[in-house]
Antibody, heavy 114, light 113 residues
Framework: QVKLLQSGAALVKPGDSVKMSCKASGYTFTDYIIHWVKQSHGKSLEWIGY????????NYNEKFKSKATLTVDKSSSTAYMEFSRLTSEDSAIYYC???????WGQGTLVTVSS | DIVMTQSPSSLAVSAGETVTINCKSS????????????LAWYQQKPGQSPKLLIYLASTRESGVPDRFIGSGSGTDFTLTISSVQAEDLANYYC?????????FGAGTKLELK
């Protein structure tokens, strides 16, 4: 069955970067776009961007263009998102999702604190 | 960016009632090539990832109970939940995927009366 397994929670300092992963299984990784979505505590969802695992092509929300970098490793069916120059505003749960959103990872909690 | 305005922000219901959640987009989500509306509805329970209920405005995702009905076209969309069950208490979000950046509504919290 389709699964997206995300990396564990991260506690990072302001100004640092964090790289989180999303390991896909149960389907052909290169056939579907992977989306990344942010959810701040108690708030709605924000689309960060997507990556096409086949081509490596990306599409970013302008709001996150200088903050997020999306990559994939086809050999391990894993998508990555690196978030840089972190501030308290970046503390949130980050989700990866396959295709139109029928399958989501369990989320990675990122806490930015000194 | 396309703005998604969802209402109400919260709704208190009794089991067995029918509820309606509205979602309005700032521009049409109707794609002329495929003749489809690019609008999805998600359910999210506390501590869980969002779950896709409806896509293309009215197509129910596999395994979703038929009491969840999506309707609407253009800029006005509705999620109807008939005969609400206790397990339906959650937050509901609409999302447009007509154009990037894909955007979500602010959410509707469904609570027990």
């Amino acid at each position: 069955q389709v699964k997206l397994l995300q990396s564990g929670a991260a506690l990072v300092k302001p100004g640092d970067s964090v790289k989180m992963s999303c390991k896909a299984s149960g389907y052909t990784f290169t056939d579907y776009i992977i989306h990344w979505v942010k959810q701040s505590h108690g708030k709605s969802l924000e689309w960060i961007g997507y990556i096409n695992p086949y081509s490596g092509g990306t599409n970013y929300n302008e709001k996150f263009k200088s903050k997020a970098t999306l990559t994939v490793d086809k050999s391990s069916s894993t998508a990555y998102m690196e978030f840089s120059r972190l501030t308290s505003e970046d503390s949130a749960i980050y989700y990866c999702a396959k295709g139109i959103g029928a399958y989501w990872g369990q989320g990675t909690l990122v806490t930015v604190s000194s | 960016d396309i703005v998604m305005t969802q209402s109400p922000s919260s709704l208190a219901v009794s089991a067995g009632e029918t509820v309606t959640i509205n979602c309005k987009s700032s521009q049409s989500l109707f794609g002329s090539v495929r003749q489809k509306n690019y609008l999805a509805w998600y359910q999210q329970k506390p501590g869980q990832s969002p779950k896709l209920l409806i896509y293309l405005a009215s197509t129910r995702e596999s395994g979703v109970p038929d009491r969840f009905i999506g309707s609407g076209s253009g800029t006005d969309f509705t999620l109807t939940i008939s005969s609400v069950q206790a397990e339906d208490l959650a937050n509901y979000y609409c999302q447009q995927y007509y154009d990037t950046p894909y955007t979500f509504g602010a959410g509707t919290k469904l609570e027990l009366k």
